[in-house]
């Protein structure tokens, strides 16, 4: 065939794509938005290795319209680098197919947003689409109503995820359905966008980074219905939108942010990113309860501060934590919807700052002046309060109920599959059934390296199993030759292939084997402490921080090494590496300028602008030890409270946990060991469902003595329903000490029983249904009576309560709890 008669079909297969797309979509129907996009597309290409720009070049090329610039002009140019051009032209294809079907129901800059969009959050790109639509995801796209679209494709989720605690890496949508089955939030809310998108609901992303009424955050998705956004929780498999375990705390969250890409007119925008315009979504929670709060930054003379950092900020785990960073406009002032309740204001610019308390009102505006200084911020002791709002538990109709423990069964009969794989594996059992659907490629390891080190097998039966399930053979090859090659007695932080939120590396091949680290990183030195200084000043003389050059986001390890130029995260990122390559432990901190590194026993705090430890800048000062007392307002010690200890620096209008130990000494005694002055203790803790007390101490270099009075600190949780005490037997009512009321598959259950599980408490765990008869929750027993509850009270199902006996009483709580009776 003639390479002009091949030229010919190419360019009529192209033009036969453009030519289903819908006017509004296509080159001649909406020429301004088709010139914007490209250029914005090819523009994004520019940073990209020379073989891979090639590569998407050809693409826009081949498919010249909106729907391929927009894919190209919007995925992060980092996930482009990690991705092959044949992932996103599978989902072109599929996104060409949908509007043939669908055809265009949504404006083009809504439909490109949130249906055409590929990826979700910082999941790696994969041609999720077309395996999905085979999947069983087709029959959902045959649905026509939305509403009903939206129920099939929660149940369709149910069926490819359970809810799992794991660690901040995130699977992507294959991942999930064909490696892990398992997830946390983040990845219910993939999961469930991905699929929304792929049956034509447009869908989004959602969170709320910090919970301002407890401890954790939380990430969930919105779908479009009736010209509305609603929330989904999920893995809920919520037949009623706008209903999930969070929904009776929707007014304690102070503020919900959604993701978009081509912001509406009548989108609040946060912030408006290369890729990501950040949306606040808080209206479509609170409603008519939202509140307007308008902020002015002003100097202490009282001109305006123009272009000054304001981060809203929570008591979030033992510390002021931001939700989000905004900026005031040129006049100072910043506007923004907020619930209702309470938050700080943290504003800063050029070392000058203010902290102001906005308090749970009533009020529809709020005016807040921020007059920034050079003071020492001053001390606080507050409660802040958490309005609660009312809600109703609608039940899903029966045949909905059961057609989602139909899916449920489905992926236990999948997980009962890959059981059966594992036992008749090569390898041994008890480690074969960790890598669930990747078991293949850990054969090819096992294979090319037997006998693998017993040891080493225990290190992966401890280590992060997202490794285990997103691993290939060459990489489990490369990370257990660096493991034999090292001390492995060193911190678990030095065998790592990953060091924040980016992608597992792909290993440097030879032909004789496969290495975690390219040999440049490998810098010798007798004297550990110099052969840490060595290989950072070998980094500073090849890496430069310059964000404007640098690849956007958190590329994975082997392509930030190709690159010249590196954002400040990414050259700490490196930085880490590098040490690990050299046998250093090392590990990220978000402290700006500094990472963490090993050295003699004990972790400290290394200064990448400085190039030194941060001990020999400050060799001055020595380490002063700081007794802290905590008493109730009946002078009773408060026990257990380390948790809720955070020594703190502010640094540019945040607050950075420092590397201090805490140690308790009984009796409500603590001492904390500290160096620098300017440190400053958050210490905190929920009154009730709706008050959080919150103090921020400056602790001063020269007392020796912290006397803290935890006025109103609940001592004790509500009597326990004799209702409750009925679904235990006998001998449980007798000897045991805790029980957990709530299910194997429910989120809240898992998250109370994994605080148990640290406490290393002894328990029982009741629910109403039973689990899968392969990788069983311990002491989980199916209870009849818990179930007969559950059918008279559908709310009960999700609901978490434990019941812990203190004193020889038995006491009950609702929900998640913070700590247990002393």
């Known amino acids: 065939m ?54 998407y070049r050809q693409l826009l090329v081949d498919n010249n319209n909106i729907v391929m610039a927009y894919l190209i002009a919007y995925e992060q140019d980092s996930k482009l680098a990690e991705s092959d051009s044949e992932v996103l032209e599978s989902n072109y294809k599929e996104i060409v197919n949908l509007l043939d079907n669908k055809g265009l129901q949504y404006s083009p800059e809504f439909f490109l947003s949130y249906v055409a969009r590929q990826s979700v959050s910082d999941e790696r790109l994969s041609a999720y689409r077309k395996a999905m639509l085979e999947d069983g995801l087709d029959l959902v796209l045959e649905i026509a109503d939305p509403l009903e679209r939206y129920r099939a494709c ?24 064909q490696k892990s089955l398992v997830g946390r939030c983040e990845e219910m809310q993939i999961l469930f966008v991905a699929a929304a998108r792929t049956v034509g609901l447009p869908s989004r992303p959602a969170s709320t980074p910090w919970w301002a009424h407890m401890d954790n955050n939380h990430a969930w998705a919105e779908v479009y219905l009736d010209d509305e956004w609603h ?27 959604a993701e978009g890409s081509l912001a509406a007119a009548d989108d609040e925008v946060l912030v408006q990113g290369r890729y990501d315009t950040i949306i606040n979504s808080t209206p479509n929670y609170a409603r008519e309860r939202t509140r307007r709060v308008d902020a002015i930054c002003i100097d202490i003379n009282g001109n305006p501060v123009a272009d000054a950092t304001i981060n809203v900020m929570v008591y979030n785990w033992g510390a002021l934590r931001s939700i989000i960073s905004l900026k005031s406009n040129e006049h100072g002032t910043l506007g923004f919807s907020a619930g209702s309740g309470d938050f700080y204001l943290s504003a800063y610019k050029e070392g000058k700052h203010a902290l102001k308390l906005v308090k749970a009102s009533e009020m529809k505006k709020i005016a807040v002046e921020l007059i920034l200084s050079d003071e020492p911020i001053t001390d606080i002791d507050v409660v802040m309060q958490y309005p609660a709002n009312e809600m109703v538990w609608r039940e899903a109709p029966a045949e909905y109920r059961t057609e989602i423990e139909r899916r449920k069964t489905k992926r236990q009969n999948a997980i009962d599959s890959w059981l059966m794989q594992a036992k008749s594996s090569t390898v041994e059992d008890s480690i074969a059934i960790l890598f669930r659907g990747n078991l293949n490629e850990f054969e090819k390891f096992w294979q090319h390296n037997k006998p693998v080190e017993e040891e080493y097998l225990d290190f992966l039966r401890a280590y992060d199993p997202k490794f285990l399930w997103q691993a290939d053979a060459d990489l489990f090859e490369a990370v257990y030759r660096f493991w034999r090659s090292h001390d492995r007695d060193m911190p678990a932080e030095l065998f790592s292939p990953s060091v924040f939120y980016e992608e597992l590396p792909k290993p440097y091949l030879s032909k004789k084997h496969a290495s975690l680290y390219p040999k440049s990183f490998v810098h010798k030195h007798k004297d550990t402490r110099k052969q840490v200084q060595k290989a950072l000043k070998w980094q500073k003389k090849k890496y430069k921080i310059d964000l404007s050059k640098a690849l956007s986001g958190l590329p994975r390890m082997d392509i930030m090494a190709q690159q010249k130029y590196l954002s400040d995260t990414q050259y ?56 802290i007392t905590i008493t109730d307002d009946n002078g009773i010690p408060v026990l257990n409270a380390v948790d809720h200890l955070t020594p703190t620096r502010y640094v540019d209008g945040l607050f950075y946990n420092i590397n201090a ?9 603590y001492e904390v060991e500290i160096a620098q002055p300017d440190i400053q203790l958050n210490f905190g803790y929920r009154i009730s469902n709706s008050e959080t007390a919150f103090m921020l101490i400056t602790l001063s270099d020269t007392a020796d003595t912290l006397n803290i009075v935890a006025e109103r600190y609940p001592r004790t949780w509500e009597p326990a329903d004799e209702d409750f005490l009925l679904i235990m037997d006998e001998s ?37 249904t039973q689990q899968s008869s392969w990788h069983k929750l311990r002491n989980y027993e199916f209870s009849p009576t818990w179930q007969s509850f559950v059918r008279d009270d559908p709310s009960l199902a999700s609901r978490t309560i434990t019941l812990y006996k203190h004193a020889g009483v038995w006491k009950k709580y609702e929900g998640i709890w913070e700590r247990l009776p002393n």
Request: some cysteine.
């Open 732 to 768: 449980t009512l007798n000897e045991a000490q805790l029980v957990i009321l709530g299910n194997h598959d429910q989120e809240n259950s898992l998250r109370v029983l994994q605080k148990v599980m640290d406490l290393g408490m002894d328990y029982h765990f009741y629910g109403y």
């Open 572 to 627: 700490r990122i490196l930085a880490i590496y590098i040490l690990r390559a050299n046998g250093i432990p090392a590990d990220f901190t978000r402290l700006p300028n500094h990472i963490m590194v090993y050295l003699d026993e004990d972790w400290h705090y290394y200064n990448l602008k400085d190039n030194r430890f941060n001990e020999e800048q400050n060799h001055n000062s020595n380490l002063k030890s700081k007794i």
């Open 661 to 669: 130990d805490i140690t308790e000494h009984g009796g409500g005694r």
């Open 231 to 257: 929330y989904t929780g999920d893995m809920d498999a919520a037949y009623f939108p706008d209903q999930t375990w969070f929904s009776g705390m929707i007014d304690k969250t102070v503020m919900i942010l």
């Open 154 to 177: 929660a149940a369709w989720c149910v069926e490819k995820l359970q809810f799992k605690q794991t660690s901040g890496r995130d699977q992507n949508p294959l991942d999930i359905t």
């Open 2 to 55: 003639s390479k002009f008669f091949l030229a010919c079909i190419m360019l009529f297969m192209a033009l036969s794509l453009d030519a289903v797309l819908p006017t509004d979509l296509s080159v001649s129907g909406n020429p301004e938005l088709f010139s914007r996009l490209k250029d914005k597309a090819i523009s994004n290409l520019q940073k990209l290795p020379t073989e891979k720009s090639k590569a």
